[in-house]
């Protein structure tokens, strides 16, 4: 079985600090997504990373992708009340599979 | 243009009842998914239609649940006797094909007494 682990489960910052959250995985695959869910929403997807190493920037949030492709980073700077939510990672298995296997998410609070 | 809409919005049932809910994916796309939201858990698939092939039904947990869709347009879920078990948010998802980018809707928060 396949599984998206992440951490830290929850998280509460101030506004400006910085934070990093984890997605891994003992396998390998062939695209991994993060998403963002806010209360009463679906999921929203932010980013969609395929290449070992590589590094995705959206305004103050840095995505990267594993070497191996088993893992995942998201480091936002200088957070933002309006970063609250739900963040998911998602993969692919690859091939034909279009199922995507989700982690639990990190829920992270920024107060002002 | 308009995103993926859902409906009801909030479904209150009781034990043992029959629930339908509604997806209507944006216009155009041709792949449909439906997973199911638990508290405090991730997203776990259910169902994936893709054109006029043969849904992937192999993430329905039990033969209580079924869905269809009716060409590339709205599908409808439904539980059979719903069990106290089947309480979430059930989410609905379209995208433009096999393209990697889904997009959901706001969900259906089921909640069975």
């Known amino acids: 079985t396949q599984l998206l682990e992440q951490s830290p489960q929850f998280l509460s910052i101030q506004e400006g600090e910085n934070l990093t959250v984890y997605c891994n995985s003992s396998?390998?695959?062939?695209?991994l997504q993060w998403y963002r869910q806010e209360p009463g929403e679906g999921p929203v997807l932010l980013v969609t990373?395929?290449?070992g190493g590589e590094v995705k920037k959206l305004k103050r949030l840095t995505f990267q992708f594993g070497d191996a492709r088993k893992d995942s980073s998201l480091h936002i700077t200088a957070a933002q009340p309006g970063d609250t939510g739900l963040y998911l990672c998602?993969?692919?298995?690859?091939?034909?599979?279009?199922?995507?296997?989700w982690g639990l998410g990190t829920s992270l609070a920024v107060n002002p | 243009g308009a995103g993926v809409s859902q409906s009801p919005s909030n479904k209150v049932t009781e034990k043992g009842k029959d629930v339908e809910l509604r997806c209507d994916p944006i216009?155009?796309?041709?792949?449909l998914y439906w997973y199911r939201q638990r508290l405090g858990q991730g997203l776990e698939f259910l169902i994936y239609?893709?054109?006029?092939?043969?849904?992937?039904k192999s993430g329905l947990p039990s033969d209580r649940f079924s869905a269809e869709r009716t060409g590339e347009s709205v599908s409808t879920l439904t539980i059979q006797r719903t069990q106290q078990e089947d309480s979430a948010v059930y989410l609905c998802?379209?995208?433009?094909?096999?393209?990697?980018?889904?997009?959901f809707g706001p969900g259906t928060r089921l909640t069975v007494l």
């Open positions: 216009s155009g796309h041709t792949a």
């Open positions: 239609f893709q054109g006029n092939s043969a849904p992937d």
């Open positions: 396998s390998v695959f062939s695209s």
């Open positions: 998802a379209s995208s433009l094909g096999a393209a990697p980018t889904q997009y």
């Open positions: 998602a993969a692919f298995g690859g091939g034909n599979n279009r199922k995507l296997i």
């Open positions: 990373v395929v290449t």
